[in-house]
């Protein structure tokens, strides 16, 4: 009778735990809840500039012209160069980029570029301030050119 009531006893507290969830193999566990687990990353470490594509600054993310009446334009050589944090779009290229680095400057860019049926790398700095870039081709004998933030542009119908 004991050893009865002693299996009965281990399983009603076994059941009352509740079901205990396992995850199929085909899925990942579900993560520990810990304060250290819900804590962000820590920053990098000072001086370290790298910033990993999609996570970098959005002071350069938009579309910049070189000349503000191109805003509107959505095709040729007049519309403007389109920045998110991974792609670079300008007339008849379009680049993937590759890592930013912060400089004192502003913000440079490693570029993997296709157009035109071949395919480059580009090194650019961009140091915005206000509505304003200035943007430096470093591999181009350091051309630069002043581009213009295209502001409002879902309020305006689009040429092209």
Request: charged residues 15%.
């Amino acid at each position: 009778m004991a050893p009865l009531r002693l299996t009965l006893i281990s399983l009603l507290a076994l059941s009352a735990c509740g079901p205990q969830a396992t995850n199929p193999p085909t899925e990942p566990a579900q993560p520990i809840d810990t304060p250290q687990a819900a804590a962000p990353p820590p920053p990098p470490p000072p001086g370290v500039g790298t910033v990993m594509p999609g996570a970098g600054p959005r002071s350069f993310v938009g579309r910049w012209a070189a000349d503000v009446a191109w805003c509107l334009n959505r095709e040729g050589p007049e519309r403007p160069i389109e920045i998110t944090t991974t792609r670079f779009e300008g007339y008849e290229n379009s680049c993937a980029i590759a890592a930013v680095d912060q400089v004192s400057q502003g913000y440079e860019a490693a570029l993997t570029c296709t157009g035109e049926g071949m395919t480059s790398n580009e090194r650019i700095r961009m140091e915005v301030a206000g509505q304003t870039m200035r943007l430096t081709w470093l591999n181009r004998d350091n051309a630069t050119v002043a581009l213009t933030k295209c502001t409002q542009l879902n309020e305006t119908a689009a040429k092209g």
